[in-house]
């Protein structure tokens, strides 16, 4: 059953149907247990009347008080009276108890003395029989009725429900936002849906200024190029293909930089151990030939293995180490810890008032870059369960913490 309606119905009618059960079978039995005493005392209450009319050998006044018992008088063994209504029923001692007579019917009999009453089980498990079917008649149709009117109830109280996916229905735009009102159940997936919307919203808007900012980016080294490749056409100039060779890298960096964060945004990080030291070398290896004139090395490190992924981690180094050579001084120097990493430099640094800024996207601490290195170190820093910030180095620079989760 697919609607919410009837699998609350369903549900409901089943555990109904339980409760039926369980109730019935308890009703049926003290049912049967007071049937069934109710006739032992019948029938202690007949013998009891007919003691007196027995010791007397009155027949007649037996027969009137019989009712539909069976009657008998014995004496020394053999019968003297019997109305003849039982089989012959094996009884020897006084009391009340059942047997079974050589027909196998049972039988219910009180012995007193010389008198024995008998009535047939039959009657009082004839009127139990009828109570049980009763009873369960009775259970069905209240069956039948719950699971009609939990039905019912259960698309009234749906309703609001529906209402909220026709509502839903109808968002074509984060913009929109659905009512809130109706039951506390129905109105805090509202709330919950049009905190969503709230989200999608912003994030909408963060990707349009994102767009906005890269196209900008990417269409100034474009039009550079466009200048430069007009300008060959009147003859080859070494000064323009220089020119040219550093737009075209400007902007292969800058299309590396952006793949980089779309692949952070959509949170493309591996979970495996990485031995950071091993990655700190390979970048600081590539930092050299890139800047042969800065003096880059190791401080006071120790071994660093994190779980994570290994192209996030290089993109960190990479994007520190490139921003400590262009915008610091002529020395940097890295340092492992236990749960963090750290770039130095001995540039100009960073103004305070300034630190927290550059980490956001096409931002520049300079004229040279595209301004997301640190925004890539940001973002690669959170997916690691860290965080990264500025401080000023003993170097004289800027020194940049990233921490992660081992």
């Known amino acids: 059953m697919k609607s919410l309606s009837g699998r609350v119905a369903l549900l409901v009618t089943l555990a109904a149907a339980a409760v039926f059960v369980v109730v019935g079978t308890v009703l049926i039995a003290e049912v049967g247990r007071r049937e069934r005493a109710t006739f032992d005392r019948e029938l202690r209450a007949t013998a009891e009347r007919m003691v007196a009319p027995a010791r007397r050998n009155r027949t007649a006044q037996l027969d009137r008080l019989a009712g539909d018992a069976s009657v008998r008088l014995l004496t020394r063994g053999r019968e003297t009276y019997d109305n003849l209504r039982a089989p012959e029923l094996p009884i020897s001692k006084s009391g009340l108890r059942t047997v079974r007579a050589e027909d196998g019917s049972s039988w219910r009999v009180m012995r007193r003395g010389r008198l024995l009453v008998a009535r047939p089980l039959a009657l009082v498990e004839d009127r139990i029989g009828d109570l049980q079917r009763t009873i369960a008649f009775a259970a069905l149709l209240g ?207 960073i103004p305070e008032d300034q630190r927290e800024r550059v980490f956001e996207r096409f931002v520049r601490g300079g004229t040279q870059g595209s301004g997301l290195g640190l925004a890539i170190v940001a973002q690669q820093a959170q997916l690691h369960g860290g965080e990264a910030w500025i401080e000023r180095s003993s170097l004289g620079g800027a020194r940049v913490l990233v921490t992660m989760r081992a």
Not at 161 to 173: F, G, P, V
Not at 220 to 246: F, K, M, Q, Y
Not at 293 to 298: G, L
Request: aromatic share 2%.
């Open 143 to 349: 069956l039948l009725a719950t699971a009609v009117i939990v039905r019912f109830v259960a698309a009234r109280s749906l309703r609001p429900l529906a209402t909220l996916r026709d509502q839903a229905a109808t968002i074509t735009t984060t913009r929109a936002r659905v009512d809130e009102s109706g039951p506390a159940e129905v109105g805090e997936v509202a709330h919950s849906l049009n905190a969503m919307l709230a989200r999608l919203e912003a994030s909408v808007a963060a990707t349009e200024r994102f767009t906005a900012d890269a196209g900008h980016e990417v269409r100034t080294p474009l039009t550079s190029v466009r200048a430069n490749l007009a300008a060959l056409r009147h003859g080859p100039d070494d000064r323009v293909l220089g020119e040219l060779e550093r737009d075209v890298t400007r902007l292969a960096a800058l299309l590396d930089a952006l793949q980089a964060l779309a692949r952070g945004d959509a949170g493309a990080v591996a979970h495996e151990p990485v031995d950071v030291g091993d990655v700190a070398d390979a970048a600081l290896a590539d930092a050299r030939r890139r800047h042969p004139h800065v003096d880059f090395a190791f401080g006071d490190s120790q071994e660093l293995t994190v779980t994570g992924d290994a192209t996030g981690l290089r993109a960190i180094f990479d994007n520190l180490l490139e921003n400590a050579a262009r915008h610091g001084g002529r020395t940097v120097r890295i340092e492992l810890g236990p749960r963090h990493l750290a770039v130095d430099d001995d540039g100009p640094g």
